[in-house]
């Protein structure tokens, strides 16, 4: 089975400075890769996808990730953080071999200080 | 696109009553959706996988007598949980999955169960 690491339950920036979200995970097959935002008493949202094309995905709300092989990560960052980036992000990957099988890492409370 | 929307947003119970919480893909049919719980402050517990015209799938330890899932249509799938104790507060989310292999899970909007 997957197993997906957030480094980092809570991660405080202050607004304007970088965002960076860790995640690693444990396949030695790439598996699908995504990150979604919670905001309180909400579902979760789609931020961005990795399914094999190019490394560098960029997402909704100013945010990116780097799928790095070598590494088994998919870190998530944003250059100049808001005020309402405020929200939980959860780092999740689908096995190739059943894609409908998600999994979650434990997820990131990021605040962000005015 | 991609929208699952999901009823109600938050239910107040009594003991040993019954609650259902609907799961709709507005704009795409969704094959399997999945059932998760959430408790507070902590990540998401796979409940179900639900298929389609077909008996849903449990995780271990979820008591499928007690989380009844039914997906009548490509469109909606509903949980319904029995004789609902206050251990059972909890938030439940439903997401829906696009065919593709690559697809990502879609969410809804949660569910706020409070079992009194």
């Known amino acids: 089975a997957q197993s997906v690491t957030q480094l980092g339950s809570h991660v405080s920036v202050s607004e304007g400075a970088l965002v960076l979200l860790r995640c690693n995970y444990s396949?030695?097959?790439?598996?699908?890769l995504f990150w979604y935002v919670q905001y309180p008493n909400q579902g979760l949202q789609l931020l961005l996808k990795y399914t094999s094309a190019a490394t560098l995905v960029k997402g909704i709300n100013g945010f990116e990730a780097e799928f790095k092989k070598s590494e088994t990560s998919f870190h998530l960052t944003k250059p100049s953080a808001h005020m309402s980036d405020a929200a939980e992000y959860f780092c999740?990957?689908?096995?190739?071999?059943?894609?409908?099988?998600?999994?979650f890492g434990s997820g990131t409370k990021l605040n962000v200080k005015p | 696109g991609a929208v699952v929307s999901q009823h109600p947003s938050w239910v107040i119970c009594k003991s040993g009553t019954s609650v259902k919480i609907e799961c709709r893909s507005l704009?795409?049919?969704?094959?399997?959706m999945f059932w998760y719980r959430q408790f507070p402050k902590q990540s998401l517990m796979l409940m179900a996988t639900?298929?389609?015209?077909?008996?849903?799938?449990?995780e271990q330890g979820v008591e499928k007598d007690k989380f009844l899932i039914n997906h009548a249509s490509l469109t909606l799938s509903t949980l319904t949980v029995t004789s609902a104790h206050p251990e059972d507060s909890s938030f439940y989310i439903c997401?829906?999955?696009?065919?593709?292999?690559?697809?990502?899970?879609?969410f809804g909007n949660g569910t706020r169960l409070t079992v009194t």
């Open positions: 999740a990957v689908s096995d190739r071999n059943n894609f409908n099988k998600f999994y």
């Open positions: 639900s298929n389609e015209g077909s008996k849903a799938t449990y």
């Open positions: 997401s829906a999955k696009q065919t593709g292999s690559n697809s990502p899970l879609h």
């Open positions: 396949s030695s097959v790439p598996p699908y």
């Open positions: 704009d795409f049919q969704a094959t399997t």
